[in-house]
C-alpha cells in the first residue's frame, strides 16, 4: 500500500453512513451537478454562482469516482482556503462513502509534505513554525531604526504577506507598489527595509511563517524531481475550491503538485473575489481554458438558496459592474419560491440604525426564524459594537464572527475532557439521576456553571454560556438522530460523535444572531440577512481608489446580498450620531436599484424614523428571466454572450461589413469626447448590433448595452448605419456630456 504522505484522515475509522453505489450518488443532482460529478477527468473548470451547489457537486464527483473505481481515495486531495470549508468538505465526503479521501487547506497540505521530505531534502529537523509574526515584524521595524506604532503592525505585517504570496522580494517591494499601484501604509523603501530585516531575523532563529511553508514546499519539488515524482505519484486527482482566490505562490505549489500530469478540477467565481489586497487573484479562474484549452467548462447558475427577489437584486449589482471579472459574470436563476422584497432604510444616525436593526431581529425571532438564522453583516469589525450593545438591551443573544474556533474554546475543551470522563466511568454520581443523554450531558455541564436559562448581559460570560448551551442541543439532535435510526445514544457515542466533529472542525451553530464583516461571512448563509452600514466612505471604503478596488467594494456587497436566502435589508444612517449633520450618502452601488434613487417615491415608515423602500412594492413585477442562445437555445450566462444572445461557440450571423462602419463611426465619436472607445459602445455591443440589425428604436432599445440615455444620443446615427446610409452631422453632440463614469454598459 503506499504511504500517505498527507497522514491519516479522521474519517478513515468512523462509522458513518453506508456507501452508496456509484448510479446512487449522482441521485438529486440537476444536470449542471451530474455533468460535474461526472466529468471525471481532469482539466475541469467549474463556474458556480453564488447559492448553486458548487460544494455539493464537486463532492459528488469525488465521491462518484471512488465508488465507480476511477479514483482511487488515497489518490484524491481536495484543497481549499480554510479549515471549515476544509472539514464541511471531509463531513461530506463521509456521508457519501469516499473515506479516505483528503481535504486540507494549502497549508495543511503543504506543511504535512514539508515536514515528511525536509529530513530527506534539507536534513535535520523542519524549522520551528511561527504561529504569530506581528511580534517579530515589531523587532525587525526597531532594528531597521522604525518607530512604529502598533496600531500599525498589522498592517505593516499584511504588506510583508502580500508580497510573499505575490512572490515579490524585499528588494523589489517598493518598484512593485509602484507597478500595481498599491498604496502602501508607509514610504515602501522603509517597508522593503523592514521585510529584509524580519527574512533575516527569521533565518537567524531558525523559524519560518506559513508563507515560507508554501515556498520552501515549492522550492523542493522544483529542486528534487525525485520527490515531486513520489508527491505525482501519490496523488493523482486535484480538487480546488474557490479558485478565484489563489494566489501567484498557491498557484506556483499547485503546478508543483500537478506536474502537467495530474487530473485538475477547479471550482469558483470571479464575481466573489474579494481577498486581492491579500493577493488573491481571480486570473487563474478566468484564464483556465487559455492554460488548458482542452478543458471542460461547466458552469452552475441555478440558485438553489435564495429567492427571485434577492437573486434580482445580486443579478442587478453585477449587471453594473466593469473590468474583466464583470465580462464573466455569472446570471443567477432562483429556482425558490417568491419571497418578500429586500428592503431598503434610511435613518437618522448610527445609534438609531442598531436599535431599529435589533427592533426588526426581535420581530424575526417572534415569527419563528431562529437566532442562528439571522446575521447582521457590516464591512468592518470596528461597526460592531453598536450592534453588540443594541441586542444585548433587548436581550437577544449573539455570537461575533471570527472569534476562536468552537472546539479550540477553553470551555468546549473543559467540558468534552468532562465528558468523556463521565462516559469512561459508567456510573458517574452526576449523571445518576438524568432521565435520557441530555439530561446527562446537562448535569456534568452544570459542574462547570451551565443552567438552564443564560445570564444577564453580554460579554465573556455569555460567550461562554451560549458554547455550553451548544453542546447541550447537540446532544439532543444526536439523541433524536440515533432513536431514529433506532441506536443506542449514550455518553461514549455522544464524545465519539464530538470528537470526530472536532477532527473535521464541524461545529454545531450557537443558538445567536450572527454578526460578522462582509469578508468573514463568505461561505455561510441565512434565512435573513440585514446589510448595514452602506454608505459612500464606508461601502465603497474610503481608501478604495482605483477602478478594481472600487469593483472588489462591490464584489464585497453582492457577497453580502447573496448570503440571504428569504429575508434582505439593506440600510444606512445619515450621520454617526444623533443630532450630527446629515453628510452621508448611500452606497452608490445600489443607485439604480434601490427604489428610492430613481424614480420610485420613498414610503415613510412609522416609528423609529426610518425612511423604508420598496417594501410594498408590486408583487406583479416581473423578475428578469433567463436569456437563451438564438441558435441553440441554451441558457446564457456569460455576459458577452447574454449581449449576443448566442453562445460564443455558435455561429454568428453577423454583417461584417456593417460591424466595420459601426467600428469606424464608434472612434470617430470617442475622439470628439476625448473618452476610450468603449464608453461609446462595447465590441460585444457593436457584434450584437451588426447580428440583429435592428430597423427601428424598439429593436435597437432591447440589444444589451443600448440604455435609454445612449439610445437618445447614439439610435438615429446607429440606425443609419444599418440601414446601409451615412448618419446625419453629429458635430452638435456635446463631448462633455457622457464621461467614463456615465456608461450605463460594462466595460
Avoid at 449522482?26 to 471525471?40: F, H, I
Avoid at 506604532?149 to 504570496?165: G, H, P, Y
Avoid at 523592514?194 to 531575523?201: G, H, N, S
Avoid at 440583429?692 to 440606425?719: C, F, H, Q, T
Wanted: proline share 5%; net charge negative; hydrophobic share 40%.
Amino acid at each position: 500500500m503506499q504511504e500517505d504522505l498527507l497522514g491519516g484522515d479522521p474519517y478513515d475509522s468512523y462509522a458513518g453512513a453506508a456507501p452508496l453505489g456509484a448510479d446512487a450518488v449522482l441521485a438529486g443532482l440537476d444536470p449542471e451537478q451530474r455533468a460535474v460529478a461526472t466529468a471525471l477527468h481532469g482539466p475541469v473548470c467549474v463556474l458556480a454562482g453564488a447559492g448553486t451547489g458548487k460544494t455539493r457537486a464537486i463532492t459528488h464527483r469525488i465521491a462518484y469516482g471512488v465508488r465507480s473505481g476511477v479514483y482511487q481515495p488515497q489518490q484524491v486531495l481536495a484543497v481549499t482556503f480554510t479549515a471549515r470549508a476544509a472539514g464541511e468538505m471531509r463531513g461530506r465526503l463521509r456521508q457519501l462513502g469516499a473515506e479516505g479521501v483528503q481535504a486540507r487547506t494549502f497549508h495543511s497540505a503543504a506543511l504535512r509534505q514539508l515536514q515528511y521530505f525536509w529530513p530527506r531534502a534539507i536534513g535535520g529537523e523542519v524549522p520551528r513554525l511561527l504561529e504569530r509574526k506581528v511580534q517579530l515584524v515589531a523587532e525587525a521595524a526597531g532594528r531597521s531604526g522604525l518607530r512604529v506604532q502598533r496600531t500599525e503592525l498589522r498592517d505593516l505585517t499584511s504588506e510583508i504577506e502580500w508580497a510573499k504570496v505575490t512572490q515579490i522580494v524585499p528588494d523589489d517591494y517598493p518598484a512593485a507598489v509602484v507597478k500595481t499601484g498599491r498604496e502602501a501604509p508607509r514610504d515602501p523603501a522603509e517597508i522593503a527595509r523592514v521585510y529584509a530585516t524580519y527574512e533575516q531575523t527569521k533565518r537567524d532563529r531558525g523559524v519560518i511563517d506559513f508563507e515560507d511553508v508554501l515556498l520552501l514546499t515549492a522550492a523542493i519539488l522544483e529542486d528534487r524531481p525525485e520527490i515531486a515524482d513520489r508527491v505525482r505519484a501519490q496523488y493523482r486527482h486535484f480538487t480546488v475550491d474557490e479558485y478565484q482566490d489563489v494566489s501567484p505562490l498557491q498557484q506556483r505549489l499547485l503546478d508543483q503538485w500537478t506536474g502537467g500530469g495530474a487530473s485538475l478540477c477547479v471550482v469558483g467565481d470571479a464575481s466573489q473575489t474579494i481577498y486581492s489586497f491579500t493577493g488573491a487573484t481571480p486570473d487563474y479562474l478566468l484564464n483556465f481554458r487559455t492554460r488548458h484549452p482542452e478543458a471542460t467548462v461547466v458552469k452552475l447558475v441555478r440558485d438553489y438558496r435564495s429567492t427571485p427577489q434577492v437573486v434580482h437584486l445580486a443579478n442587478g449589482l453585477l449587471a453594473k459592474a466593469r473590468g474583466q471579472a464583470a465580462q464573466h459574470r455569472l446570471e443567477l436563476i432562483s429556482q425558490r419560491e417568491a419571497g418578500p422584497e429586500p428592503v431598503y432604510v434610511e435613518y437618522a444616525d448610527e445609534p438609531t440604525e442598531a436599535e431599529s436593526t435589533a427592533a426588526e431581529i426581535r420581530k424575526l425571532l417572534a415569527q419563528g426564524i431562529r437566532a442562528s438564522e439571522i446575521a447582521v453583516l457590516f464591512r468592518t469589525n470596528g461597526q460592531s459594537e453598536v450592534y453588540e450593545q443594541a441586542l444585548a438591551d433587548l436581550g437577544i443573544s449573539y455570537q461575533l464572527k471570527g472569534a476562536e474556533r468552537f472546539f479550540e474554546r477553553p470551555e468546549v475543551r473543559d467540558s468534552v475532557m468532562l465528558l468523556r470522563g463521565a462516559a469512561r466511568a459508567g456510573s458517574d454520581p452526576l449523571t445518576a439521576d438524568a432521565p435520557d443523554l441530555a439530561g446527562q450531558v446537562r448535569a456534568v455541564l452544570a459542574s462547570r456553571g451551565f443552567t438552564p436559562d443564560p445570564p444577564a448581559g453580554s460579554g465573556t460570560v455569555r460567550e461562554r454560556w451560549e458554547s455550553l448551551a451548544a453542546l447541550v442541543r447537540l446532544a439532543e439532535e444526536f439523541e433524536a438522530a440515533r432513536r431514529a435510526a433506532a441506536e443506542a445514544a449514550d455518553l461514549a457515542a455522544y464524545v465519539a460523535e464530538l470528537d470526530a466533529r472536532a477532527a473535521a472542525q464541524h461545529a454545531p451553530a450557537v443558538e445567536g444572531v450572527t454578526l460578522a464583516s462582509l469578508h468573514a461571512a463568505k461561505g455561510l448563509e441565512w434565512d435573513a440577512v440585514f446589510l448595514v452600514g452602506l454608505t459612500e466612505g464606508t461601502l465603497p471604503i474610503i481608501y478604495a481608489k482605483t477602478d478594481e478596488q472600487i469593483e472588489e467594494e462591490r464584489r464585497l456587497l453582492y457577497v453580502g446580498v447573496t448570503r440571504a436566502r428569504l429575508h434582505l435589508s439593506l440600510s444606512w444612517a445619515l450621520s454617526r450620531s444623533p443630532g450630527g449633520r446629515a453628510s452621508r450618502k448611500p452606497t452608490r452601488f445600489l443607485d439604480g436599484l434601490r427604489p428610492g434613487s430613481s424614480s420610485s417615491v420613498p414610503r415613510a415608515r412609522g416609528g423609529r424614523g426610518g425612511v423604508e423602500y420598496g417594501a410594498e412594492r408590486s408583487a406583479a413585477r416581473k423578475v428578469r428571466g433567463p436569456v437563451k442562445c438564438r441558435v441553440c437555445d441554451k441558457t446564457l450566462t456569460e455576459a458577452v454572450e447574454r449581449k449576443l444572445r448566442r453562445c460564443e461557440s455558435c455561429p454568428s450571423s453577423m454583417d461584417e461589413a456593417l460591424f466595420e462602419r459601426l467600428r469606424e463611426w464608434r472612434a470617430r465619436q470617442a475622439k470628439k469626447q476625448g473618452a476610450p472607445a468603449y464608453v461609446v459602445f462595447t465590441d460585444a455591443t457593436l457584434m450584437a448590433i451588426a447580428e440583429d440589425v435592428p430597423s427601428n428604436e424598439r429593436e435597437l432599445a432591447v440589444i444589451s448595452g443600448v440604455g435609454a440615455m445612449k439610445l437618445d444620443k447614439y439610435g438615429a446615427a446607429v440606425l443609419s448605419l444599418c440601414a446601409g446610409e451615412e448618419p446625419a452631422d453629429e458635430s452638435e453632440a456635446d463631448p462633455q456630456g457622457e464621461t467614463q463614469g456615465e456608461s450605463d454598459e460594462p466595460a
